[in-house]
């Protein structure tokens, strides 16, 4: 490896010991390209629709089984084993191929929502919640890793884009649909929706998508699979997320149980970058990939824009109810203008970007609106205007949605054919990581300038804690009470949309020095991979 350097990577590069490449590349007809194309769509609406038609309903849920103290587990143990495991699944792919490692996550996902559809009690929820996240965190990378096998680069960007707008679509979609759900049906049907949508998808890919396949038997793929490297992985990821959800929340971040799994995560991940690049024969992570310019700085980008988005999504729709006074179902209304700019410059950005063959112009242009646009939602307040709101929520969504697909190609077009599907899962890892970073630093510092204001407008025989957690609380109060506590709401808000600057801007910089590699028209391996010089 020593003769590598951050800016090159060819196809003279040595395989990993043991490793084996595959071409699953196929160029499908133009109306094949299509249904397999609207099958994958339906996956990605299907996996984001879900996490929040699920969010919605968890109130009901933790009423039903008289378990209120259990409903954030819910949540955390998708979250644990979808991130984890989404990592993963490149390299699964190469070793068992496309169609069937996406077929295995769909199904798994399915799986798991039939369990949770019919659970008995908070426990097994739990559980089946955990199955779904293995299955649904393989579903969005392998989705794009599947695009990348049947669709040249030059083409790529506008059917990414397209996906980046569906994500965007369901986002919001999910939680007018789970109030629906909740409120006149069942909250059982926020999971048994996923098996119509489920099985046309895996109807498509099974009759529609044919892509070369992969050589060996059974036994001998799962001789290649790292076990020992996926084990740190999965044990590193869990050890980090658990305080970054209970950090503020269940536990002190200063708490001993907090700050050991911090130093117990650390210390995992140096092990298993130890693993990967001295002992295992085919490494999840190919060490060579962090010896490329652009896959890296795509790394640093999502991660950061990553946590700037998450904060936007978790606390505009507080600052339309808290603020705004509006009910959780005109707040979610509310972010139409963020979802139509998203889907809009997505789309936009992806289709120019398939005519002129040029990103890197987008990429910059993206993460700089998404810098100014955190800026100008941090001077929100309770006397804002509807113009004002809806054209800062117009450019951030604009923002996120140049440079969110468009970054991603970034990082393909600078390695072989043999590293895309790992580039792949590891930008849509850590843009997730990312995002659970920015959800706890937000949360930890809205939570403290919350309750510093608080303290001092609040008057004696107001709840500190139903002002705190109560939207409904802090309109039943006489409006002379609820004023003070309003612009508290709003002092706090300015700060969680603060940090989104030096979040976006750390990503802005970075996007400065990616370069652009030509995108090519052909698929597949070739004699000689991009170099960027």
Same mark, same amino acid.
């Given at each position: 490896?020593?003769?590598l350097?951050?800016?090159?990577?060819?196809s003279?590069?040595p395989?990993?010991?043991?490793?084996?490449v595959?071409?699953?590349?196929?160029?499908l007809p133009?109306k094949?390209l299509i249904?397999v194309?609207?099958g994958?769509?339906?996956a990605?609406?299907?996996s984001?629709?879900?996490?929040?038609?699920?969010?919605?309903a968890?109130?009901?849920i933790?009423?039903?089984?008289?378990?209120?103290s259990?409903?954030?587990?819910?949540a955390t143990?998708?979250?644990l084993?979808?991130?984890?495991?989404?990592p993963l699944?490149?390299k699964?792919s190469?070793i068992?191929?496309r169609k069937?490692?996406?077929? $295995?996550?769909i199904s798994?996902f399915?799986a798991?929502?039939v369990?949770?559809?019919a659970?008995i009690?908070?426990?097994m929820?739990?559980?089946s919640?955990a199955?779904?996240?293995?299955g649904?965190?393989?579903?969005?990378s392998?989705v794009?890793?599947?695009?990348?096998?049947?669709?040249?680069?030059?083409?790529?960007?506008?059917?990414?884009g397209?996906?980046?707008g569906?994500?965007t679509?369901s986002s919001?979609?999910?939680p007018?649909?789970?109030?629906?759900?909740?409120?006149?049906l069942?909250?059982?049907?926020?999971?048994?929706i996923?098996?119509?949508?489920a099985a046309?998808?895996?109807?498509?890919?099974?009759t529609?998508?044919?892509l070369p396949?992969?050589?060996?038997?059974f036994?001998e793929?799962?001789?290649?699979?790292?076990?020992?490297?996926?084990?740190f992985?999965?044990?590193s990821?869990v050890?980090i997320?658990?305080p970054?959800?209970?950090g503020g929340n269940?536990?002190p971040?200063?708490?001993?149980i907090v700050?050991?799994?911090?130093c117990?995560g650390?210390?995992l991940i140096?092990?298993?970058?130890f693993?990967e690049?001295r002992i295992?024969?085919?490494p999840i992570?190919p060490?060579?990939?962090f010896k490329?310019?652009n896959?890296?700085l795509v790394y640093i980008?999502?991660?950061?824009?990553?946590?700037?988005?998450?904060?936007?999504i978790?606390?505009?729709?507080?600052?339309f109810?808290?603020?705004?006074?509006y009910?959780?179902?005109?707040?979610?209304?509310?972010l139409?203008?963020?979802?139509?700019?998203?889907?809009?410059f997505s789309t936009?950005s992806?289709?120019a970007t398939?005519?002129s063959?040029r990103?890197h112009?987008?990429i910059i242009?993206?993460?700089?609106l998404?810098t100014?646009?955190?800026g100008?939602?941090s001077?929100?307040?309770?006397n804002?205007n509807r113009g004002?709101e809806i054209?800062?929520?117009l450019?951030?969504?604009a923002?996120l949605g140049?440079?969110?697909?468009t970054?991603?190609?970034a990082?393909?077009?600078?390695?072989?054919?043999?590293?895309?599907?790992?580039?792949?899962s590891l930008s849509? $890892?850590?843009?997730?990581?990312?995002?659970v970073f920015g959800v706890?630093?937000?949360?930890?510092?809205?939570n403290?300038?919350l309750?510093s204001h608080l303290?001092?407008?609040l008057?004696p025989g107001?709840?500190?804690?139903?002002?705190k957690?109560?939207v409904e609380?802090?309109?039943s109060?006489?409006?002379?009470?609820?004023?003070?506590?309003?612009h508290a709401?709003v002092?706090?808000l300015r700060?969680v949309f603060?940090i989104?600057?030096p979040?976006a801007?750390?990503?802005?910089?970075?996007?400065?020095?990616i370069?652009?590699?030509?995108?090519r028209?052909t698929?597949?391996?070739?004699e000689?991979?991009?170099i960027?010089k």
């Open positions: 490896m020593s003769n350097n951050i800016d090159t990577i060819s003279d590069t395989l990993d010991p043991g490793e084996k595959n071409d699953q590349t196929n160029q133009f094949q249904i194309f609207m994958l769509a339906l990605i609406f299907l984001s629709l879900d996490q929040m038609i699920v969010t919605t968890l109130p009901r933790a009423s039903d089984f008289h378990a209120l259990d409903i954030s587990w819910v143990s998708y979250l084993t979808s991130t984890s495991f989404q699944y490149g699964i190469d068992f191929g069937f490692t996406f077929l $295995f996550a798994t399915v798991g929502s369990l949770c559809g659970s009690d908070m426990p929820l739990i559980v919640r199955i779904a996240g293995i649904g965190g393989g579903i969005m392998l794009m890793i599947i695009i990348s096998d049947i669709v040249p680069l030059r083409e790529r960007g506008k059917y990414q397209i996906l980046g569906t994500f679509i919001v979609l999910g007018l649909i789970g109030g629906v759900f909740t409120d006149r069942s909250w059982r049907w926020a999971f048994y996923n098996l119509p949508t046309l998808t895996i109807t498509i890919i099974i529609i998508l044919h396949h992969v050589y060996g038997s036994k793929k799962l001789k290649r699979i790292d076990f020992l490297g996926t084990t992985l999965i044990a990821t050890t997320l658990l970054l959800n209970w269940t536990y971040w200063n708490s001993s700050i050991s799994l911090f117990v650390a210390v140096c092990v298993f970058l693993i690049f295992a024969v085919e992570v060490q060579r990939l490329i310019r896959p890296v980008g999502s991660f950061f824009i990553g946590m700037a988005f998450y904060g936007f978790y606390y505009l729709p507080l600052y109810q808290a603020v705004r006074g009910s959780a179902t005109k707040a979610g209304l509310q139409l203008p963020l979802v139509l700019g998203l889907v809009a936009g992806g289709f398939s005519l063959g990103y112009p987008w242009f993206g993460y700089g998404t100014i646009s955190a100008l939602l001077t929100l307040n309770e804002s004002e054209g800062y929520l450019m951030a969504g923002g140049c440079s969110m697909q970054a991603l190609l990082a393909q077009s600078a390695v072989e054919y043999r590293d895309i599907a790992v580039v792949t849509s $890892f850590f843009r997730t990581i990312g995002g706890a630093i937000s949360g930890s510092i809205f403290n300038k309750s303290v001092d407008v008057p107001i709840s500190f804690d139903l002002v957690n109560s609380y802090i309109r109060l006489p409006p002379d009470v609820q004023v003070p506590i309003i709401y002092q706090s700060y603060l989104g600057v979040m801007g750390v990503a802005f910089i970075h996007s400065l020095f370069k652009h590699v030509p995108l028209k698929l597949g391996p070739i000689k991979a991009p960027d």
